[in-house]
């Protein structure tokens, strides 16, 4: 009998994968969308802007990936829905999904107490109802395939409140673990990931680099080094794959110690 070969971490691999990332025409998005191309994943880079979704794609591409770009409003369930269509016509059915898309803007709206109910629903449906929209849209290919994995994510703000910002990342949250008991069944893991402040378009649209330094620093971190958006993402990725087939339900967060969580 042949001795069995035991490795340490296996190489993470996705080939023969679908996955479908949201909010992926720039920052953290994008960089799952590389990442999982690069592992061997066919990507659908999915966002609202459908122009930058397609210079992603179209990068992927040349780069030796499969890709295609979608011009997706997560708060709409019929956009989640061509999604999903259009993911299953180019690549056959969906394993993966990234709810990534996202408002950082949200985070500088008045308190809850105050703030404009029109904001307020439109924000809340497409950070919390975005994921839920879409996550419906492709869970019954997933599942015909035998299962897949869900990553959300959400941010150490859903512990710092922060007005409407935190109150969608608590939903993330509470998604995914609900989620993750409804679809374990299915052998369909659901995690989320919660970055501290990571240097990203989207938050370089707000602050420069060194207001996000201190705010690094004022929001806990030990030193003022900022994550870049492949910090996060190689940690959903690895959350994605089957070296992480007995974690579902966690939301975890990369923030180098920024919230004291014992
Ligand atoms: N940057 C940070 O410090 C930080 C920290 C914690 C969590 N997050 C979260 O990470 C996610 C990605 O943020 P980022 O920093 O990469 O921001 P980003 O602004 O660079 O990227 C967000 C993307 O989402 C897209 N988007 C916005 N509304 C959409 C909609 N209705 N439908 C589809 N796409 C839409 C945008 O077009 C953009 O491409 C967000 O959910 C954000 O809340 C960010």
């Excluded at 703000?157 to 990342?169: D, E, M």
């Excluded at 240097?199 to 420069?208: A, C, Q």
């Excluded at 680099?209 to 620093?217: H, N, S, T």
């Amino acid at each position: 009998m042949g001795r069995k070969r035991f490795v340490a971490n296996s190489d993470i691999t996705f080939a023969n994968k679908v996955a479908v990332i949201t909010g992926a025409a720039q920052g953290m998005g994008a960089a799952y969308a590389r990442l999982l191309a690069a592992a061997g994943a066919a990507v659908v880079v999915s966002d609202i802007q459908l122009e930058k979704a397609q210079a992603v794609a179209a990068a992927i591409i040349e780069a030796g990936g499969k890709a295609i770009a979608t011009r997706t409003d997560v708060s709409s369930p019929a956009d989640c829905q061509a999604c999903a269509e259009a993911a299953i016509k180019a690549f056959g059915g969906i394993d993966l999904l990234v709810n990534n898309a996202g408002l950082l803007t949200a985070a500088m709206e008045p308190p809850l107490h105050k703030i404009d109910i029109e904001r307020y629903l439109k924000i809340t449906a497409v950070m919390t109802h975005g994921a839920l929209y879409m996550t419906q849209a492709c869970v019954p290919s997933m599942s015909s395939r035998g299962g897949g994995a869900i990553v959300n994510t959400s941010s150490i703000g859903a512990w710092q409140p922060q007005g409407v910002y935190s109150l969608t990342k608590l939903g993330v949250n509470g998604l995914t673990g609900i989620l993750a008991k409804e679809l374990l069944p299915m052998n369909i893991r659901v995690n989320a990931v919660a970055p501290g402040p990571v240097d990203t378009e989207g938050l370089r649209g707000i602050m420069s680099l060194e207001q996000l330094k201190a705010y690094a620093l004022a929001s806990g971190k030990p030193t003022d080094e900022v994550a870049g958006p492949e910090d996060i993402a190689k940690v959903g990725v690895f959350l994605l794959s089957d070296d992480a087939r007995f974690i579902s339900g966690q939301v975890v967060a990369v923030d180098q110690a920024t919230l004291y969580r014992i």
